[in-house]
């Protein structure tokens, strides 16, 4: 191999690279106002609101992977820890994070990072049919859920016990998650079929 050909090579890789980072970071971006737009269509519902922001966060993991899905959701909570008003009710700043349903915005990190774990361990062997694709799809979000729901139930209890007082775990799961199981379970299933079919039209 010449050494011109050799430059030129390394130039279209780094071409390529380019390209590859700017559509990242495009879809990260687009994802990220995605669930902003989801999490503004929400229903007062006690200290926790009903809002579309879980199905607009499974849709993006769903379609654009857990790797871009993660930082999508990094970035949505970042511009809200700013003020930005990303968050139920057009709200914004550090302090949605301090009161007892912050847990439930925390939680979404960690259940983004054991969706993108899974997705790498098992994505691969579960993509080779649009069945066992839904299935994936399926599977991999109630644990997105589970972490989420888990996360947020501790970081509601501890916050307030501290606030008001001592508070027994079935009175916050009937705040917190009772009411949501039903209304979840239909987003999510909205969430796998959006996600399923517009993850054809990423590039990986």
Not at 19 to 32: G, K
Not at 152 to 180: K, S
């Amino acid at each position: 191999m010449s050494p011109k050909s050799s430059k030129t090579d390394r130039s279209n890789t780094k071409a390529a690279r380019n390209r590859a980072f700017i559509y990242d970071l495009v879809l990260i971006s687009v994802s990220a106002a995605l669930i902003t737009v989801c999490s503004w269509i929400s229903i007062p519902a006690g200290p926790v609101p009903f809002t579309l922001q879980t199905m607009g966060i499974l849709a993006v993991m769903l379609t654009t992977g857990g790797r871009r899905g993660t930082l999508a959701i990094l970035i949505y909570l970042a511009m809200g820890a700013c003020g930005v008003p990303v968050f139920a009710g057009f709200k914004g700043g550090i302090m949605s994070f301090a009161g007892p349903s912050g847990g439930f915005l925390v939680g979404f990190v960690f259940a983004g990072l054991c969706y993108w774990l899974l997705e790498k361990v098992l994505f691969q062997r579960l993509m080779t049919s649009t069945v066992k694709t839904l299935i994936f799809g399926a599977v991999n979000s109630v644990i997105f859920e589970a972490v989420m729901y888990v996360i947020g139930v501790i970081w509601f209890m501890t916050v307030y016990a501290a606030q008001t007082g001592p508070v027994g775990l079935g009175t916050v799961l009937t705040l917190c998650v009772i009411p949501f199981l039903v209304p979840d379970a239909v987003k999510l299933a909205v969430a796998v079929v959006i996600g399923g079919r517009a993850r054809k039209l990423v590039k990986n």
